[in-house]
């Protein structure tokens, strides 16, 4: 059976969905998937980077770690996990950005039958995860993706952390975390999505 390839094209401003995307590629990676980690860019100017505490300086490291998102990953993937933070109940506009860029491939198809999935955070309980569960998978929608959320499919998804729609990260104000019931849920999420797509590409 062919590994899977999994892109998780994500924007992380503080490093907490960074953490959440990390954890997800782990668990792919111990199923045997290669994986792309991809940062979304900013699309603020230099002035506002800057006027934000910590902002550019964690910018810059992790853009030093990691690639911009391409067309030409999402082409490449079988599997693409998108991971973002919740911006008043939606997607950041910077991985919104990325996914509006990826006109040209679902025009022709290239997404459809791929495997999509998502995961998210926000400072609060209540801040948004799950209706920016549902900004995120509808393009998915459209793509034509087949959406593999973890569900309640494993003992860590009853630990009090996640959600059924995928991994998710309350990290508080300042940021904190992702804690280690976060990440065992998102390591789940990206070990499921990876045994699902070896069955897909399989068929």
Not at 124 to 131: C, L, R, W, Y
Not at 155 to 162: E, L, N, T
Not at 163 to 189: C, D, H, I, K, M
Request: proline fraction near 6%.
């Amino acid at each position: 059976m062919a590994n899977p390839k999994v892109l998780i094209p994500f924007y992380s401003r503080t490093g907490t969905i960074e953490g959440l995307a990390k954890a997800i590629a782990e668990g792919a990676q111990a199923e045997g998937a290669e994986v792309r980690l991809r940062r979304a860019r900013e699309l603020v100017d230099h002035d506002i980077l800057s006027s934000v505490p910590g902002w550019k300086e964690s910018a810059d490291r992790q853009n030093a770690l990691y690639a911009a998102p391409t067309a030409e990953d999402a082409e490449w993937a079988d599997a693409i996990i998108f991971g973002s933070p919740t911006r008043f109940g939606v997607v950041s506009s910077e991985l919104k950005a990325y996914v509006d860029g990826l006109g040209g491939l679902w025009a022709k198809g290239a997404l459809a039958g791929k495997v999509g999935s998502a995961f998210t955070g926000s400072a609060t309980p209540h801040g948004g995860n799950e209706s920016t569960f549902t900004s995120l998978y509808n393009p998915l929608f459209h793509f034509g993706m087949v959406i593999v959320p973890p569900g309640f499919a494993d003992g860590v998804m009853f630990a009090g952390a996640g959600s059924p729609y995928g991994a998710t990260v309350v990290s508080g104000n300042p940021p904190a975390g992702p804690t280690e019931a976060e990440l065992a849920v998102a390591r789940f999420q990206g070990k499921r999505v990876a045994q699902f797509t070896k069955k897909i590409i399989a068929a």
